[in-house]
């Protein structure tokens, strides 16, 4: 403080040398708004103390109040937008934090260790299975030709009798999981890849007992690809041969169960006779859906005979034809001389190509898409689940539509929403019709974002998808007032935590201090996580990180969350972990051993963690890191509960410091952070700016014991000057942390 005497600093802060000289002198000195007494009035240091005050209260003071962070993490493009709400609620920084409805913000749960998959070159699969109700949960993981199954966060072993804890011998190498999608009517699922045959996963009564069959239609429908691949069609001849009649007689053709419009017959004594009967013939059987693409050509081989050729997209194997007398005396027969091989196909085969997408929708199994087919729709005949045949198009009939627009849409992705909802690669369809029926069957296009092939979750009723480029998650939801739907994004002020998205799952608010939670997995390895919970006026995103990648995330129905983790080794080998999200757990992978009596040795710790410096936990209190290559550690104090694991950070920090009043504006200034309150629920270890909380009261907490979490407001005092001021708020220590809101002390140069 005494340099504060030196003229050069007085004339920054407004004071004038020369006043400064007058003091020395004897003489009064003034600064605005302060008056400080002749030197003979105070020694030296009294006088520097002054002036030092002096400086502090030329300072402009403010007391800038947190109270609410659920506007999340925001872009940094936002940090000079202190006009919207959202900077006023927003973060800086969001790291393995969630957002709770009351506005605080706490630490997220750990995840705790379910299993390894060594040796394997790339993640398996999760995927969640449930029978009946959410007491029965399984999650499968897809491996390289093997599928594992977890119940309760164990491992099922000797399935089906084989000694093996994996059910072997499925079709998918490990580099195809990444493509299959899946859907599941009561106990049995239905597994679908565009390279493979759809498969139907079956739980037999036991935790143990599943199988997996090809899946045998009953009926598909056929496609006339008409290209190089197609087999060379055979046409099918019938011939057609008229009795006595009189011209204006009129009678119909029944093919396979299907009726014409009634002909009338023109006679067939002249030549224009004659071709108005070929011509009435063949208008009459190419309207039929049963022809295919009415390639038919009628010819009179003889008196009162004519001869009907289906060929080309029209060639098959037909029934024979019924002639049917409707009005006057004519008569016929029909009589077949070649049976027809068709050029068209099964839509889906190995030579095409099997269904890319699956769900079930008003009791039918829809298809979306095949490797051949991308922009069709498949819906099967009303339960009946494996029949795809049109039929005579009546309304519990199969039904097939394109999305014949004017631009490629390969469907990403069919959703049981609201109406059946189609998302593509470039827009967004969805069929308006309830029931679903072949006569009442038309696909509407809504929006045009396009989506990529992550899988869209439901959650507050809206289908959340990524959109085509894959830096916004937009929620699909119908407008009353439009009638129509919009898909609005739920990540524009946030979009830079989304990278190349790979993976998404969705788990609803499952207690008062949750939010809803829609996680999305990035090809970085890290996770946004999107915390939302519409009464409460919460839509904020936070980010995880963890040692490792993070590489799929899968959401059972009781709201357990699974990912499947890329840890590194300390020789710098993978290995994937499957670990479960648990807000008991303060590390990442961790190990947890509990009961028996106090021990200060602890085994069975799983090789995943081997070389690490880990944090430990005893008895619910951090302890010394620790470091295994036995699966075995030595304690120094006997303990009778233990975890251990990888350790996390999670980092707050709130948008930088805006001061606007009528009497004050301050957003770009040099500022310095005094003072900070913070206002805390059950928590210790708390770091502000580097400044740790005391968690330890002298007279109240015997030295001897663990401090118990704190509860209440707790006071930093902080030093510095910066510009766009704003505390950073951490934790190095595996302990319970909730901020409730911040009040700091902000002085303005």
Known sequence: RTRVRRAGVLDRIGGRPAEC?????????????????AAAESPIPEQSLRVGEAWDALMPTANLVKSSFTSGVLDPRLYSRVDIANYERG????????????????????????????????????????????AVQYLLLLADNKIYFYRNGA???????????????????????????????????????????????????ADHLWTLTSITFDAIPDIDFNDSLSPTPTSEVQTIVFGSGSAGDTYRLDLEGVLTSAITW??????????????????????LY??????????????MTYTVTFQGGSARSYGLMTYIPVTGTLSGGVGKTTNGVPRTEPAWSATRGYPTTVCFYESRMVFGGTKSRPQTVFLSAINDLYSFSIGQGLDDDAIVRTLDTDQQNKITAVVPGRNLQ?????????????????????????????????RPVQMEGATWFLDSAGNSL??????????????????RLSAFLLNAPIDMAAISSYADDAASLIIVVNGDGTAAVLNSERSAELFGWTQWATVGEFCYVAALAGNDVYFVVARPKPDTSIVYTVERLDETCYTDCAYKASGGAPSTTVGGIPDVLWGFICKVRGNNTPMK?????????????????????????????????AIVSANLIAVHRRARLKRCFARIKDTLGLILDGYEMDGRRCDVTPLDTAPTAVSGVVQFRLRGWDVSIAPVITQDKPLPMHLLGIEYEVEIN
């Open 422 to 454: 189609v998302f593509t690669e470039g827009a967004e369809f969805y069929f308006p019709d309830q029931p679903i029926t072949p006569e009442n069957s038309g696909v509407i296009p809504q929006t045009t974002y396009g989506s990529v092939r992550v």
């Open 474 to 491: 937009r929620q699909f939801v119908y407008s009353q007032v439009e009638e129509a739907y919009a898909a609005t994004s739920a990540s």
């Open 21 to 37: 000289r007058a003091r020395q002198a004897g003489q009064s000195c003034r600064i605005p708004h302060h008056r400080f007494p």
């Open 625 to 657: 890191d620790m470091t295994t290559t036995t699966g075995l550690v030595t304690l120094d104090t006997p303990v009778l509960s233990f975890e251990i694991g990888l350790g996390f950070t999670p980092i707050i920090q709130p948008m930088p410091a």
């Open 155 to 205: 491992l099922i072993a000797n399935i089906n009798g084989s000694g093996n804890p994996y059910l072997a011998a499925t079709p998918w190498p490990l580099s195809a999981v990444a493509g299959i999608r899946w859907a599941q009517t009561g106990d049995v699922m239905i597994m679908v890849h565009e390279d493979y045959n759809p498969r139907a996963l079956v739980n037999g009564g």
């Open 91 to 134: 973060l800086q920084q969001g790291t393995n934090c969630v957002i709770t409805p009351f506005g605080s913000i706490r630490r997220r749960g750990g995840l705790r260790h379910i299993g390894t998959l060594s040796g394997l070159a790339a993640a398996p699969r999760p995927v969640a299975f449930s029978i009946n109700s959410n």
């Open 290 to 303: 049963v022809t295919g693409i009415g390639d038919i050509v009628v010819a009179r081989t003889g008196a």
């Open 266 to 287: 023109a006679g067939d004594g002249s030549a224009d006779a004659q071709n108005a009967n070929k011509q009435r013939i063949r208008d009459a059987l190419s309207g």
